[in-house]
């Protein structure tokens, strides 16, 4: 299942449809980014509606979807709003991660506890400075540090962090309970964009991980991390590639529906006017093609996930590829739409009750956490030399 064309309707958007009137006043998503309240209502409606379970198997009592519906998901929701679209992005990467790097057994009781309690998973599994530990001692296994930034933490349940265990210097990945007292979670993630993404930093203060609570290794060696393993990597991409591509459908839609109802950016122009009709049509074509590309990488991923423990190292490395291809032309579409629909929508665009430089702000916050000249070099690598991509995840 695809994400939908470049013009697929943005929900939520920032202004009244050409019936109400240009006048009227900002739709939801607009008073939301402006008033940066973190998002409990919003996860609440997505707990709702089931999403949240989407990705857990049926007999664990999720969803039973896939990833490309999932990412689907991401795409669409990222349109009316990136930062509700990157916390569930995240949220269904991070609660995909003891399928990855835990095995099967460690996954269905943790997605059995998931479903059952309808968690939303926050936090961040990429490396950070300075490093979260994991000692071992008489009170067990124990976290101690401070993660700068973890998206979702606010409204999370479950922090799925990356520690480096004290003794042995091993990367991984564990599972911790925002209720415990030792987790403090910091309200400080302002950013001028993705405002409602719930980030912020997290202190952990002797939190203690129970053996079923390790979700697993994240060694960068090949050597020891499988290539079903490494397909965590391309995932988190796509997942990033979905909320770039979200973001350009989103604007592309309410700029198109403006220049519909209001006919004049400028003086003597209309939707007619060449100018107008070009900018859109490179932005739309632009869009696809970024769009096109990650459904292309989607559907290497299932086939990558249904081969399981078989797959192979350069299988994983060509998905892998393929993803970052994904990512870094989504990135640029954003990027590209969000700041060139202003120009054809015109002067009023810098109104902030039509809300539309939220979509320049979210894509540009976005991108500046793992930027796409990494991607552009590992592609470019992997052609020329053949070089398999390192393991590296977004989130």
Not at 74 to 93: E, T
Not at 155 to 166: N, Y
Not at 287 to 306: C, H, K, N, P
């Amino acid at each position: 299942m695809g994400g939908g064309g470049a013009g697929a309707p943005a929900g939520g958007g920032g202004w009244r449809s050409p019936a109400g009137g240009a006048d009227d006043p900002p739709r939801p998503a607009v008073l939301r980014d402006q008033a940066g309240k973190t998002p409990y209502d919003e996860i609440a409606r997505l707990r709702e509606a089931g999403l949240l379970a989407l990705l857990i198997p049926v007999e664990h009592g999720g969803g039973g979807a896939g990833w490309s519906t999932a990412c689907a998901v991401v795409r669409k929701i990222a349109a009316a709003d990136g930062a509700i679209g990157q916390v569930l992005g995240c949220h269904y990467l991070l609660s995909f991660s003891a399928r990855f790097f835990g095995g099967a057994d460690l996954a269905a009781r943790v997605e059995r506890e998931s479903a059952a309690g309808q968690w939303c998973w926050g936090g961040g599994l990429a490396p950070c400075e300075p490093r979260l530990t994991l000692t071992s001692g008489r009170d067990g296994r124990l976290v101690n540090g401070r993660q700068g930034y973890a998206t979702g933490v606010l409204v999370a349940d479950r922090l799925a962090v990356r520690v480096t265990h004290a003794d042995t210097g091993e990367p991984l990945a564990v599972l911790v309970d925002t209720a415990h007292p030792g987790v403090v979670c910091g309200d400080d993630g302002d950013t001028f964009g993705q405002r409602l993404a719930a980030g912020g930093s997290v202190e952990f203060d002797a939190v203690p991980v129970g053996d079923d609570a390790v979700l697993g290794p994240l060694s960068w060696d090949e050597d020891t991390l499988s290539p079903f393993s490494g397909l965590a990597a391309p995932t988190g991409r796509l997942v990033s590639a979905q909320i770039c591509l979200g973001i350009a459908q989103g604007v592309l839609a309410e700029a198109r529906e403006y220049t519909r109802a209001v006919h004049a950016p400028w003086p003597h122009t209309s939707p007619r006017d060449p100018y107008a009709l070009t900018t859109y049509g490179e932005l739309t074509v632009a869009t696809f093609s970024a769009a096109a590309l990650a459904d292309q990488a989607l559907e290497a991923l299932d086939g990558g996930l249904v081969r399981g423990e078989d797959l192979t190292d350069d299988e994983c490395a060509e998905i892998t590829v393929l993803a970052a291809a994904a990512e870094a032309a989504a990135s640029r579409a954003a990027h590209d739409a969000t700041a060139r629909a202003l120009d054809v929508v015109g002067a009023r665009s810098a109104s902030s009750a039509y809300g539309f430089d939220r979509f320049w702000r979210n894509a540009r916050t976005h991108t500046l956490y793992d930027p796409v000249a990494h991607r552009l070099h590992e592609v470019g690598d992997y052609f020329l030399n053949g070089e398999h991509p390192p393991f590296t995840l977004p989130f």
